[in-house]
């Protein structure tokens, strides 16, 4: 079928142009690593305060921190298609009969890819701080991921189509993100919250994907807010592909 | 009598802007015969690159109508695209990639199998003297060699239609010279060739019919010869001993005089062929025993062409 062979030669091709520079994925360690370290130990004294949820403080962080892993890894990816979109690279594709689905989900493949390598990674060197997780926990974990990272690649890169300037796209990401992070949950639980700030977080997908995370670490693998939270990312991510794949077909430069 | 490689009617394209809509193509009317290299001449921000990326299905037409390889271009893009090949004014090819590597990957976009896509590379490699760099990334390329690889990438489905957007710009002499090479191999071979360009010695060496646009439309359109012959013919100029009336009123009268002016120490002359004037006039001024100092025969450029039909002169246009 068209569409698989041509997402097929498209991932293949960015999947070889990051395995030119397999830094940058140990490069996007750095920063949930050094949550890991330097910010983990601080919730070991908070996570005996009436409100923070059981587990302890490791299988409560370290879910957030695969989620803002997600968000991090996967929205700035933006800046290569611009880069692209100014060579004239994206152009001369476009010129081609390739499917525009698969020019971009053949990059939010390879995107997931990574996303998904650098969080096994990430899950591997906190178990020996204590954190505990089943395989089946795992497999759900990194479903929920890659529909996260196919979420915001898929955003970042129609964003890119539609300003397809790193100075306007570099503030809007840090103005879009900052709040997703900050009303998720992911470096406190909302549970510590105040009500008013609880209820400007239900409005945030994102929250939802926390919780369900949360919930496989905790080993509640049938909490209704698994499926919610899977269901919620998957929905939006279908939606962010089909809202990129429009921008790849339209895209002006 | 083939069908015409491009037939266009009434095409328009309006951008918004903030200062509110600006027809950058307003209604052109094209004819693109198979086998000829055509040029579309203008300066920047005529409206060429937008009705080239118009009809290589890149950007929506606002109006207008186009068959573009026996093709619709709004109904049937797909098959445009299949037929046709497009060298963009940028690069296409990505700098960390090798240019071996980015035509197997063309070759496959286009449907090509694995070896199939291997040969292809390989023969265009050849062809476009690329194999000393093949394995290279391109970001190490001449820039004469990343054009040459951004035209191989435009020819990987042996596209009958080729369009090449400003091909020659920012490429030494040198380079220009291969590439133009190149443009009239692929003519020979039978492919369509639409070129925008801004220099008019390319357009004069390369193309069979060139259209000139300005504002959006197109305000001339013939061979380069017969665009040079309808600004004035060729000019004569002559000096002659004393008084320049005498030849003046000989020759002014002359049924292939087009113009004649004096000027200081001799006469100006725009006549329809100048090759074919000169001996009448010699002839002329010899039986008037009117002695003759100098004689030089100037024909117009495309420059000369382009300053009668916009009012403005390309060269400087190019260089600003």
Not at chain 1, 28 to 37: A, E, F, I, K, S
Not at chain 1, 91 to 113: F, M, W
Not at chain 1, 137 to 157: E, H, K, N, P, T
């Amino acid at each position: 079928m068209k569409l698989l062979r041509d997402t097929w030669l498209v991932f293949a091709r960015h999947m070889a142009i990051t395995a030119r520079n397999p830094a940058w994925v140990v490069i996007g360690l750095v920063q949930p690593v050094l949550y890991l370290l330097l910010f983990a130990p601080l919730l070991k004294a908070v996570a005996s305060v009436r409100g923070f949820p059981a587990g302890g403080a490791y299988n409560v962080f370290v879910p957030g921190l695969l989620i803002q892993l997600g968000l991090f890894g996967a929205a700035f990816v933006g800046f290569s298609l611009i880069a692209e979109l100014r060579l004239g690279v994206v152009e001369r594709l476009r010129v081609t009969p390739v499917s525009r689905l698969a020019l971009l989900l053949g990059r939010a493949l390879r995107d997931v890819v990574n996303l998904l390598v650098t969080s096994i990674l990430l899950i591997l060197l906190s178990v020996p701080f204590g954190l505990v997780l089943h395989p089946l926990g795992l497999a759900v974990i990194l479903a929920l991921q890659a529909l996260i990272g196919l979420l915001f690649a898929s955003l970042s890169y129609a964003l890119a189509l539609w300003l397809q300037s790193e100075d306007a796209f570099a503030p809007l990401l840090t103005t879009v993100t900052l709040p997703l992070l900050l009303l998720s949950g992911v470096l406190l639980p909302l549970s510590l919250a105040p009500a008013w700030l609880r209820a400007v977080a239900a409005a945030n997908p994102l929250a939802y994907a926390v919780d369900a995370a949360r919930a496989v670490f905790n080993d509640h693998l049938g909490d209704p807010s698994v499926g919610k939270g899977v269901a919620i990312m998957a929905v939006l991510a279908a939606a962010a592909v089909v809202t990129a794949a429009r921008a790849f077909s339209r895209a002006a430069a | 009598m083939p069908s015409p490689a491009i037939e266009a009617s009434g095409l328009r394209r309006i951008f918004r802007s903030r200062r509110g809509p600006v027809e950058a193509v307003a209604g052109v009317d094209l004819r693109v015969e198979a086998g000829e290299v055509f040029g579309f001449l203008g300066p920047n921000g005529a409206g060429k690159t937008t009705t080239l990326r118009m009809l290589a299905t890149l950007l929506p037409p606002t109006g207008g109508a186009a068959a573009v390889a026996g093709c619709d271009l709004r109904r049937d893009a797909r098959r445009v695209r299949e037929r046709v090949g497009y060298v963009g004014q940028r690069t296409g090819s990505d700098p960390s990639v090798t240019g071996r590597a980015e035509l197997v990957f063309q070759g496959r976009l286009y449907g090509l199998g694995r070896d199939a896509a291997m040969r292809r590379a390989a023969e265009l490699l050849a062809a476009l003297e690329l194999e000393a760099c093949a394995d290279r990334p391109s970001a190490s390329y001449s820039g004469g060699q990343r054009r040459r690889l951004d035209v191989a990438l435009g020819l990987v489905h042996r596209p009958g239609l080729l369009f090449l957007d400003e091909p020659t710009t920012g490429l030494d002499p040198q380079g220009r010279a291969r590439l133009w090479d190149e443009v009239r191999r692929l003519r020979d071979e039978g492919t369509t060739i639409f070129l925008t360009t801004h220099y008019l010695d390319e357009a004069d060496a390369l193309c069979d019919r060139v259209a000139i646009i300005d504002h959006g439309r197109i305000v001339a359109e013939d061979t380069p010869d017969g665009l040079k012959r309808q600004v004035a013919g060729d000019v004569v100029r002559l000096g002659v001993a004393g008084d320049p009336g005498a030849a003046l009123g000989l020759l002014s009268s002359q049924p292939f005089v087009r113009e004649a002016q004096a000027e200081p120490g001799g006469v100006r002359l725009a006549v329809d062929r100048g090759e074919e004037a000169l001996p009448a006039i010699l002839r002329l001024l010899d039986g008037a025993a009117l002695e003759l100092r100098s004689i030089a025969l100037s024909r117009p450029s495309l420059d000369d062409v382009f300053l009668r039909q916009t009012g403005r002169s390309l060269r400087e246009e190019g260089a600003a």
